[in-house]
């Protein structure tokens, strides 16, 4: 690599030499002329330039004015006069450039501007700025890698601390602890930390949300479980008549049952999450569905309650049951949370490019702070009026829907009742 750039520094300096020897005589030229077979020459006319020596010379080699170097000129003398280009020749062991320009342009006054520099003296000057500019970009490579070791060891010393937390992290499961983008000076390595913590805050909830839903799910189950051992007990020590025994039967029979709802919307929740629920793309008729659930509901009991249904045609396509499980939330707690002899409307419809389902109900409504909590799983706005839910069904239903490609909403008040919509994108008539 240092053999091609001394080849081609050498190849640069010549061709620069004979470049500036050709500007000096182009500029030298206007300081002669020859006119009427009179040789005139300005006072401003250069007999040497800096390296270059310039002659007037006939065709013959007779020297009018200037001179060669020293102890070239019988040599020089015998080279040819006239050449269009630079060129170099070999005197005394000295290699010298050359190159003439004729003056005038009649033929019988055929003298010439030569002009002779020697090689080695251009390449005193070219070579020292050669070795000024060696010595520039060295000085400047050294700087550089200066820095760049400077820099390196700044770099390393702030990427270690960063590892050095995440060690941490890692062997004493404290995810409390923060990388801080503010102790780091380099904007790439602050925007890292930053994205770790981000990392670290959503791992730190996660792990909170799980610590908190295995409480909540201990909570759920202890009080069926222990309603089961203590009608066991009461069982085995004090009852006598088979009436008894069937009540008790009875008893354990709807805290099992409890306990069966919990685990099914648990493990739909799990496989929801999971992405492990298989979707049957069906014909949804959600004016059939609405009925449907509201029949089985009445049947089943809802006291003084009214269901009051709008039904507007709504097709949509997704699976039948899942739909039928968030509508079915969506009535149960519009009935729980209902005042005596209160009412519930279901309406149906279609609102631009989707289908909905909106139950409103005119009871005790959700508080302001509460409705951002109310899809969490296990979130009670009133336990007291609601000991017989789990908290699972509204996150339940909104994971239902999310799956089909709609949301659920909710506008509600607190003291004059909520509404919930389903939306699913809608599905055209023709197709149902």
Same mark, same amino acid.
């Given at each position: ?192 930390? $930053? ?75 799990? #496989?929801?999450?999971?992405? #492990? ?44 049951? !899942? ?7 969506? !009535? ?69 829907? $999310? $799956? ?22 809608? $599905? ?5």
């Amino acid at each position: 690599m240092l053999l091609v750039i001394q080849v081609l520094s050498n190849a640069a300096i010549d061709s620069e030499i004979k470049r500036e020897l050709a500007r000096s005589m182009k500029t030298n030229l206007h300081n002669v002329s020859v006119r009427d077979g009179n040789l005139e020459i300005d006072e401003d006319f250069l007999y040497r330039s800096d390296m270059i020596y310039f002659m007037i010379v006939r065709r013959n080699g007779e020297i009018l004015a200037g001179e060669y170097p020293e102890k070239t000129e019988e040599e020089l003398l015998g080279y040819p006069i006239g050449g269009r280009f630079s060129s170099s020749v070999t005197c005394g062991g000295e290699t010298y450039y050359l190159r003439d320009v004729r003056i005038g342009k009649r033929q019988n006054d055929e003298v010439y501007l030569r002009g002779v520099v020697r090689k080695s003296d251009a390449d005193s000057f070219y070579r020292g700025l050669e070795m000024i500019s060696y010595i520039s970009v060295i000085s400047v490579l050294a700087v550089i890698l200066i820095c760049e070791i400077f820099l390196a060891g700044r770099i390393s010393k702030e990427l270690k601390n960063m590892c050095r937390i995440a060690e941490s992290v890692s062997s004493s499961l404290d995810i409390s602890k923060r990388m801080g983008e503010e102790e780091y000076r380099f904007h790439e390595i602050a925007v890292l930390a $930053k994205a770790n913590d981000r990392m670290l805050d959503r791992l730190e909830q996660t792990f909170l949300l799980q610590e908190q839903f295995t409480a909540d799910v201990a909570h759920e189950l202890r009080t069926p479980v222990s309603v089961v051992m203590a009608q066991c007990q009461y069982a085995e020590e004090k009852v006598s008549s088979a009436e008894e025994h069937r009540e008790i039967l009875k008893a354990i029979y709807r805290q099992m049952k409890k306990i069966d709802t919990l685990i099914l919307q648990l493990l739909n929740l799990s #496989r929801l999450d999971q992405d #492990r629920m298989q979707i049957q793309n069906e014909t949804l008729d959600l004016v059939e569905m609405v009925q449907s659930v509201s029949e089985d509901l009445q049947e089943k009991g809802i006291g003084s309650i009214t269901i009051t249904l709008r039904l507007q045609e709504a097709y949509a396509t997704g699976d039948i049951g !899942l739909i039928l499980i968030v509508i079915q939330n969506l !009535l149960t707690n519009a009935i729980k949370f209902s005042h005596p002899n209160g009412q519930i409307v279901v309406c149906t419809g279609e609102e631009n490019d989707q289908v909905y389902v909106s139950v409103e109900d005119f009871g005790i409504g959700i508080a302001q702070e509460d409705q951002e909590f109310i899809f969490r799983r296990f979130y009670k706005c009133d336990k007291s009026r609601n000991a017989e839910g789990f908290g699972l069904g509204l996150p339940l239903s909104e994971k239902i829907a $999310k $799956k089909h490609g709609g949301r659920i909403t909710v506008s509600s008040e607190a003291g004059r009742g909520s509404v919930f919509t389903l939306y699913l994108p809608g $599905k055209a008539k023709t197709d149902a």
